[in-house]
């Protein structure tokens, strides 16, 4: 059966608009999030447009910093600490990628972990490792709500996780830990890749190849979340599954687009009102 990852964003939304709606009713703060873009990468330009709109729609504030690719890494870092030390900013989220002349890692590690929407900070990271609450990347925490969404209970499940990134790979492995299921992590070297996944209950697909994933790596009733964004060879957008000649053996199945993508989005709705909520909470 298709997940209809769009439709459960939908509803995601629709909930964090009640919410703010109500801290308007009450005259409280707005939960305000800001991206940071830099340069000129087309993909992140689409993708930072979408968290934009998804504000307005929720009525979370939003501001967008486009900043030249000529930016010097300490100039974004003094952009970060202003962003910090703004006590009306939630949520910070740098778009990856960024240029190659910048430290990827010195400037997610200099977001104040209260306000790193993103969940890539170490002491996010260390929090996630732990199970102790924290703040979860988006795409992870999304599939997890389809999961409930379908009722799917992991413990005692096997999950193969394809594809070992510190967004999506590695935490999604350890929130299907987490909730007991037995978890195996491929990636590029993992031998006979065909039959790790072929044992999946729950196979999880987030290599960027398009269409990789056939009939020959699932299981009978397996539920595949497919985290692709490709193109395929007529420039459409795919996953990383071949959804038509995977649909029929899938229990359920995310599409690519309208599966896995808006739930991001919608997590990082989530994610934001929960700085925010954290935040207030501590003044
Ligand atoms: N680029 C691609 N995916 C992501 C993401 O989840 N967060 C950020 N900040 N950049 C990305």
Do not use: W
Not at 235 to 264: F, H, Q, R, W
Request: hydrophobic residues 35%; contains cysteine; proline residues 5%.
């Amino acid at each position: 059966m298709r997940i209809d990852g769009k439709g459960i964003a939908n509803k995601r939304k629709d909930d964090v608009k009640v919410k703010i709606d109500t801290l308007k009713q009450e005259g409280k703060r707005i939960p305000k999030l800001v991206v940071i873009l830099v340069g000129e990468d087309p993909a992140s330009k689409v993708y930072v447009r979408n968290k934009d709109r998804a504000c307005q729609y929720t009525g979370m504030l939003s501001e967008i910093i486009r900043l030249e690719d000529t930016i010097s890494e300490d100039d974004l870092l003094n952009e970060i600490d202003r962003l910090n030390k703004d006590d009306s900013v939630d949520g910070i989220l740098v778009q990856l990628p960024i240029p190659k002349h910048i430290n990827e890692e010195k400037i997610l590690n200099f977001i104040d972990p209260a306000k790193d929407v993103d969940g890539f900070h170490p002491v996010n990271v260390a929090k996630l490792f732990l199970n102790q609450g924290g703040l979860v990347p988006c795409t992870p925490q999304g599939m997890m709500v389809i999961l409930d969404e379908i009722n799917y209970d992991l413990t005692g499940k096997e999950v193969v996780v394809v594809g070992r990134s510190n967004i999506v790979g590695k935490p999604v492995a350890l929130l299907c830990l987490h909730r007991n299921a037995t978890v195996t992590m491929c990636h590029s070297r993992t031998q006979d890749l065909k039959s790790v996944c072929k044992r999946a209950d729950v196979l999880i697909a987030a290599i960027g190849k398009p269409k990789f994933f056939n009939h020959e790596y699932v299981k009978d009733g397996a539920v595949v979340l497919d985290v692709g964004i490709n193109r395929d060879e007529n420039n459409k957008l795919c996953g990383d599954v071949d959804y038509e000649d995977v649909k029929d053996i899938a229990s359920y199945i995310t599409p690519v687009p309208g599966g896995i993508g808006p739930m991001t989005i919608s997590m990082l709705m989530e994610n934001t009102l929960k700085a925010y909520e954290k935040r207030e909470e501590e003044k």
